[in-house]
């Protein structure tokens, strides 16, 4: 067990137990899932129902959660398994209500048309996630190809030493940056073409690293699904000699929807 566990753990024995909020589903009956919940104990997820609307949550602890793998894994594992079936819109990880009464008054109650809207907006629909990055050397061969002067400037460096060509190094470093730009652009836009047929909203994440050429995210309608899986594929195939395709979901909808609840 990590101290940040131990810590976590003890912090619980010294405080009330209040209602740890995964998420709101429209679920008029009360349910329980079969999952184990943010702090590992089975049996504890249920909902709480006001009308149409229901809250996923569990017992917990009132204390602030550590923004860790452990806790978000856990955290994620419980809307994976509600949201099999169901129209889910996903809380902010670390939500905690001080008990069931001040749960259903300030969330469900209080902002129920809010959340009957967002439910409907979401309804029939599912996140899928798309990475892209360019496979290594290809994208740096093709910018050496493109650009005699950045090649003649590389050459120039080879067996020179870095501290006397320190600015000259930076020069090139910038250079292939402005090239790598216009690349990555000219790729993302490629790409979102292809699948914009098949998408009803897109989220464009910020992009890692030098060969990361997009990282989106899609809000699809279900029916199209299949289409989108299948252009996806189209895409590794053709553009496989340049290109790796990183493609999930479908993921609770974090990009398009996420509640957060202040009390």
Do not use: C
Not at 239 to 251: I, N
Request: charged share 30%; no cysteine.
């Amino acid at each position: 067990m990590s101290d940040a566990t131990i810590l976590q753990t003890q912090a619980a024995s010294d405080v009330g137990e209040g209602l740890y909020l995964y998420a709101i589903i429209d679920a008029p009956a009360p349910e329980r899932f079969a999952v184990p919940d943010i702090s590992g104990s089975v049996d504890s997820v249920h909902t709480l129902v006001a009308g149409r609307l229901a809250a996923v949550v569990s017992r917990s602890p009132r204390i602030e959660y550590e923004n860790n793998r452990r806790n978000m894994m856990a955290h994620t594992k419980v809307l994976e398994e509600v949201m099999a079936g169901r129209t889910l819109l996903p809380v902010r990880f670390g939500t905690v209500a001080s008990d069931a009464e001040t749960m259903v008054r300030q969330v469900l109650v209080a902002r129920r048309d809010e959340l009957l809207l967002l439910l409907a907006q979401m309804r029939g629909r599912l996140e899928l996630g798309l990475k892209a990055s360019w496979r290594d050397n290809v994208i740096f061969e093709e910018v050496l190809a493109e650009s005699p002067s950045v090649r003649r400037l590389r050459d120039s460096l080879v067996g020179r030493s870095p501290e006397k060509t320190h600015f000259e190094r930076i020069r090139l470093g910038e250079e292939i940056g402005k090239i790598l730009d216009r690349k990555r652009l000219e790729d993302e836009q490629r790409v979102l073409d292809r699948l914009r047929p098949f998408v009803h909203k897109t989220k464009l994440n910020k992009v890692i690293g030098d060969r990361m050429v997009i990282n989106a995210a899609f809000l699809v309608d279900e029916a199209q699904e299949k289409a989108l899986d299948g252009r996806v594929r189209d895409m590794d195939s053709e553009w496989s000699d340049r290109l790796t395709f990183k493609y999930v979901g479908p993921v609770p909808p974090y990009n398009f929807v996420a509640v957060t609840i202040h009390w």
